[in-house]
């Protein structure tokens, strides 16, 4: 038989992710829980210590468990995956609006972050993602054209990944990862809902062919509450 404080702690995770057990409010009390579930106050401390090492709850002394709000998309920070592979991971149904796609010479800026010169040319694709009506990421692409030779808006609508794969046979290796925090820009208060909202998380990618030559760089620009960025570290004892 499972151990019973892995038992309590899937339901209690199960009623935390539908919500009947709210962000942002106390779960009930060790006592409760042991009456509830009719067993040791270790078993429950076993389950409690679940929830807090993996991001459900926060114990605060004097006060008791607070439920940290999960309705947040894991967006891995090591992980090299598309927002259309994240989205059906999750079992959600996102909407991508593309503002823009131009095939242009790139500006002193993007030639700087891919490395090109004045005779490379560069597909621009800027969109939004939204998810239950929200429109809560930005992304804006810069792919070189040597590379990316054809792009459609119906393409960019779905996934440029699938396509830069299936299609062009593209063998897509490892990305360099910046993360940072800004202040909005008038286009981002243009294209996202950020009400009530003064930053935004920025990640910059720059992202490699299998033969390492870079063939894009990305800013994906987030509204700060629905993502959380995980990744996983052991500490080494030398």
């Known amino acids: 038989m499972k151990n019973k404080y892995l038992m309590i702690y899937q339901q209690l995770v199960d009623l935390i992710k539908t919500g009947e057990l709210k962000a942002n409010t106390l779960l009930p009390s060790e006592h409760e829980l042991k009456d ?6 270790e078993t429950i ?21 607070i439920i940290i709000d999960v309705n947040k998309f894991d967006f891995p920070v090591s ?12 079992g959600t149904t ?10 242009e010479k790139p500006s002193d800026f993007i ?3 891919l490395k090109l010169n004045n005779k490379d ?18 992304d804006k692409d810069y792919l070189v054209k040597k590379y990316v030779p054809e792009l459609t808006e119906e393409i960019c609508e779905d996934s ?13 290796s490892f990305a360099k990862k910046e993360i940072i925090v800004v202040e909005p820009t008038e286009e981002d208060r243009e294209l996202l809902d950020l009400d009530g909202f003064h930053n935004v998380v920025v990640i910059k990618n720059y992202v490699h062919l299998e033969d390492a ?13 629905k993502f959380r960025f995980v990744d996983f570290a052991r500490r080494s004892h030398l």
């Open 213 to 225: 030559s870079l063939f894009q760089y990305t800013e994906s620009r987030h509204r700060p509450d």
């Open 111 to 113: 030639k700087q972050q």
């Open 45 to 65: 401390r076993k389950a409690l210590t679940l929830l807090s090492q993996n991001g459900y709850i926060q114990k605060v002394k004097g006060k008791g468990s």
């Open 160 to 172: 440029i990944y699938n396509y830069l794969e299936n299609e062009l046979d593209l063998s897509i």
């Open 36 to 41: 509830q579930y009719d067993t040791s106050r």
């Open 94 to 103: 996102p909407k991508t609006v593309v503002h823009e796609l131009t095939l």
């Open 121 to 138: 040319q560069v597909w621009k694709v800027v969109r939004t993602r939204e998810m239950a009506g929200e429109k809560i990421i930005l």
């Open 79 to 90: 992980g090299l995956v598309s927002f259309k592979e994240l989205a059906e991971k999750m």
